[in-house]
């Protein structure tokens, strides 16, 4: 999937005046020159939750986040939430956006919205935007997981408005019953049987392994990537998509990272689910992914100890799944690319029960 911006859905489409209007009101003196004129509005065809959109202005470029159309639960996709995390964020952690302007008025758009800088680059979708050889590919991992570690040293008691996500203990618990709630709110007549997979996440979920603040969807679709001259490693300028990020565990961050990691190994059906270009080759494996940020992070994680964050993450990806392909099953949304998801929701739960039953995700 190419990230170039594309035609408005009929769906998704909005009225532009209304939004020009109110962000030249809006913004503040950096921006005020950029907003300047009628902006050419283009849709990014990537990702599956809100949506997002290219301003391009005569004078500069801004990026505008909205819910999807029908969306009903606001909590959900909660505009403000994820516009004062990046805000809050990018002081401490810089790889982060620069936020321009909210709206919380639903008369101007039709939901509420947020707008902020576009940051340049390429985002790596299912294949690599640039062509780049093992070695690069090995530095790149290292890179992008590094700034997992990163994000999760950040001070979370030093930003009160980050510290203000936490909701104390009971993390993992909160999760295993939140997610099952979930799962159950969207089922469809083609939802295949979860009891099994709940109620073993439920008996074996582990205490909390720590506390910090976690993005909860990192993967490689969401980091922009630019470099320089051919053959470069690529640098991260950012990392997108905050609507998930709280203070949490940390372990249940990477395994929710890793149940969208599709390794070179893993067979036919997960490859046609990939997103993201993790089966090339220099690509670290789902397990030296862990190796690695146990080492960065002074944490001990064995195999038996990994297998509930794994499991947890096929199943929590699931439910994200599920929740789209029943909004496209009630014909709420239109979009094509949703067609895939109620399949994909099946084969998550294959993986999730190959795991519990000790065999390779694989197999």
């Known amino acids: 999937m190419s990230d170039e911006p594309v035609a408005l859905r009929d769906e998704d489409a909005f009225d532009v005046g209304a939004v020009t209007v109110w962000l030249r009101a809006a913004v503040g003196d950096e921006d005020a020159g950029v907003v300047a004129g009628e902006p050419e509005v283009r849709q990014y065809p990537g990702g599956a939750s809100n949506l997002t959109y290219l301003l391009r202005f005569p004078a500069g470029d801004l990026v505008l986040r909205r819910p999807p ?40 758009l039709g939901s509420e919205f947020y707008v902020m800088e576009r940051v340049v680059g390429e985002i790596p979708r299912r294949e690599l935007p640039w062509p780049l050889d093992a070695a690069a590919c090995d530095a790149l991992c290292a890179r992008a997981w590094g700034l997992l570690v990163d994000l999760h040293s950040v001070d979370v008691a030093a930003v009160p408005e980050l510290a203000a996500l936490g909701r104390g203990e009971g993390y993992v618990a909160r999760q295993v019953a939140g997610w099952t709630e979930r799962l159950a709110r969207a089922a469809t007549h083609d939802l295949g049987a979860w009891g099994s997979i709940t109620t073993w996440l439920d008996d074996v979920q582990p205490p909390d392994a720590g506390v910090c603040l976690i993005h909860n969807d990192f993967r490689l679709d969401n980091l922009v990537l630019t470099r320089g001259a051919p053959r ?19 372990l249940m961050d990477l395994g929710g990272a890793l149940a969208y990691w599709i390794e070179a190994g893993d067979d036919d059906a997960m490859q046609r689910f990939r997103r993201q270009p993790s ?38 990806l699931a439910v994200i799944a599920q929740q789209i392909w029943y909004r496209y099953a009630l014909g709420e949304t239109t979009n094509p690319a949703y067609a895939v998801f109620g399949p994909a929701v099946e084969m998550l739960r294959l993986r999730c029960l190959r795991l519990i039953e000790g065999r390779a995700a694989s197999g």
């Open 69 to 108: 159309v029908g969306a009903k639960a606001r909590g959900a996709h909660d505009m403000g939430r994820e516009f004062r995390i990046q805000a809050a964020l990018r002081p401490v952690f810089p790889k982060v956006p620069r936020m321009v302007a909210h709206c919380d008025d639903d008369s101007v």
């Open 232 to 250: 470069m490693v690529p640098e991260v300028a950012a990392v997108l998509d905050w609507e998930l990020a709280t203070v949490g565990d940390p």
């Open 279 to 316: 089966h090339l080759p220099g690509m670290w494996t789902r397990a030296e992914v862990v190796a690695q940020y146990a080492a960065a992070t002074g944490r001990v994680v064995s195999a038996e100890a990994w297998r509930f964050y794994e499991v947890f993450g096929l199943f929590r």
